[in-house]
């Protein structure tokens, strides 16, 4: 797992790579080993190891968010699902919660495998922290929440849903503070551009021109 984040104080961007050894070799070990690139003065250091287990974001890229990157991950006491947090800054790790969701899904094809609504990937949206379902099989919706307020749970806010389970969508940017645009993709169809206006939601393809760059 790695990720890319700038330290305003001292004015460094700074690449965290977590790794950790392959299961199997060493059962029982999941030591979360942490090492941070300044690309101010081009060394590597390692620091404290996670104290989360970061194995569900294999090869993910953290989410610079607040001075701070982010990944999904499991707690080591229950295996419940936070959100890991490494401040730049501090070069330590917090965590912060996911939204208070009881709904449950079935997974695959078998009724008694049931799994709680957790996101499987996080984004960085006009400065909030978001987390979404990219696809899930069975589900009747797939949606996209925001953190409002940093920090706070209750904050966390719907801003997308998305009512066809065949398709699934990666958020891209914010737009006028209001729209969303998105990656969509839907079985045997290519792609596309979408955007996703809150206030009324509606969901439009966006047409791409072909256009030609002169340089003079």
Not at 117 to 130: E, N, P, R, T, W
Not at 200 to 211: N, R, S, V, Y
Request: glycine share 6%; with cysteine.
């Amino acid at each position: 797992m790695y990720g890319l984040g700038y330290d305003s104080v001292s004015d460094d961007y700074r690449v965290v790579m977590i790794s950790h050894k392959i299961p199997g070799i060493e059962p029982g070990c999941i030591e979360m080993f942490v090492d941070v690139y300044s690309v101010g003065n081009g060394t590597w250091k390692r620091v404290d190891s996670s104290p989360y287990n970061h194995t569900i974001s294999d090869f993910e890229a953290g989410v610079f968010v607040d001075g701070s990157i982010h990944w999904l991950a499991r707690k080591t006491t229950d295996e419940s699902c936070v959100i890991a947090v490494f401040n730049l800054r501090e070069e330590k790790f917090r965590e912060l919660p996911l939204p208070s969701l009881v709904d449950k899904y079935v997974v695959g094809d078998f009724d008694d495998e049931v799994e709680d609504l957790v996101f499987d990937k996080l984004a960085g949206l006009g400065g909030y922290l978001c987390g979404y379902l990219e696809f899930l099989d069975n589900c009747q919706s797939i949606d996209a929440w925001m953190m409002k307020k940093y920090g706070v749970q209750e904050s966390w806010t719907k801003i997308f849903v998305n009512d066809d389970p065949y398709s699934s969508f990666r958020p891209i940017c914010l737009y006028k503070k209001k729209q969303m645009v998105l990656l969509m993709h839907e079985d045997n169809i290519d792609e596309k551009l979408a955007i996703y206006n809150s206030e009324d939601g509606t969901l439009k393809d966006i047409e791409l021109m072909a256009f030609q760059v002169v340089l003079v």
